[in-house]
């Protein structure tokens, strides 16, 4: 079986990068109860928070800081 139709029938793929953390252990079992649905789901919500770079350049010249969304 090639990885590739693996990935492609699949339900769901989950792809995160070498700098993300999660606080919350059940943060992926809560995203799926989203998209899978549950019985309150008119009343729930997912939020992405941006990503925060610390040590990056003071004039930030590729907007990686998002500075007014931080503050």
Do not use: I, W
Not at 28 to 47: D, K, P, R
Not at 51 to 64: E, R, V
Request: charged fraction near 15%; hydrophobic fraction near 40%.
């Amino acid at each position: 079986t090639r990885v590739s139709g693996v990935m492609t029938n699949a339900p769901f793929m989950l792809n995160l990068d070498c700098d993300m953390f999660v606080n919350d252990p059940k943060a992926l079992y809560h995203a799926l109860c989203l998209l899978l649905g549950f019985e309150s789901e008119t009343q729930s919500g997912f939020v992405q928070f941006p990503q925060t770079f610390h040590g990056a350049l003071k004039d930030d010249p590729y907007g990686n800081q998002l500075k007014v969304l931080l503050k």
